[in-house]
């Protein structure tokens, strides 16, 4: 038999508008780029041509955006407060690229929780998060919000 999943996320019940979270940081590597590259299929010059990026306004090689919105999503995950306790992630809406992420730029994602909406139906709610990831010098290299839905402590007491 399993052992039953440990909880260490925050339930539904637990978030707040005006919560703020900030991730760890983590240094995008060449290999990041390469490996998602293989992984989306996404092979263009500007993330994985030196000598053709070196001719663009970037100067060198760049991440893929999506790259960047999928570390962002781990380092988010790694916080622990959707573990165990996260039901779905439901939408990205107003989500901006608002600069390069070069090969050795360090980020991190500072959240904040700006709307919860019970949802009894499912036994928890959705939690909306407004999302800035951030380089090693404090700029805004993407931006937008997240709706994520979360079980609610008391359906979880009613299962246990």
Same mark, same amino acid.
């Given at each position: 038999?399993?052992f039953?999943?440990?909880?260490?996320g925050?339930f539904?019940d637990?978030?707040?508008?005006g919560?703020?979270?900030?991730?760890?940081?983590?240094?995008?590597?060449?290999a990041?780029?390469?490996?998602?590259?293989? @992984?989306?299929?996404d092979?263009?010059?500007?993330?994985?041509?030196?000598?053709?990026?070196?001719?663009?306004?970037?100067?060198?090689?760049?991440?893929h955006? %999506?790259?960047v919105l999928?570390?962002?999503?781990?380092l988010?995950?790694?916080?622990?407060?959707?573990e165990?306790? =996260?039901?779905?992630?439901?939408?990205?809406?107003e989500?901006?690229f608002?600069?390069?992420?070069r =090969?050795g730029?360090?980020?991190?994602? /500072?959240?904040?929780? $700006?709307?919860?909406?019970a =949802?009894?139906r499912i036994?928890?709610?959705? $939690?909306? @998060?407004v999302?800035?990831?951030?380089?090693?010098s404090?700029? $805004?290299?993407?931006k937008?919000?997240?709706?994520a %839905?979360?079980?609610?402590r008391?359906?979880?007491?009613? /299962?246990?």
């Amino acid at each position: 038999m399993p052992f039953p999943s440990r909880q260490r996320g925050m339930f539904f019940d637990e978030f707040a508008p005006g919560q703020k979270i900030r991730t760890a940081a983590r240094t995008v590597t060449e290999a990041d780029i390469v490996g998602f590259a293989g @992984l989306s299929g996404d092979f263009n010059q500007i993330h994985t041509d030196a000598v053709y990026a070196a001719t663009t306004p970037f100067g060198q090689r760049v991440a893929h955006g %999506l790259c960047v919105l999928s570390i962002a999503s781990g380092l988010t995950v790694q916080t622990g407060i959707m573990e165990g306790t =996260i039901l779905a992630f439901r939408e990205i809406q107003e989500w901006k690229f608002a600069a390069p992420v070069r =090969i050795g730029e360090t980020i991190f994602v /500072d959240l904040e929780v $700006v709307e919860t909406k019970a =949802i009894p139906r499912i036994g928890g709610g959705a $939690v909306t @998060l407004v999302l800035e990831v951030k380089n090693q010098s404090g700029a $805004v290299v993407q931006k937008g919000k997240w709706t994520a %839905l979360f079980a609610s402590r008391a359906a979880e007491a009613r /299962d246990s």
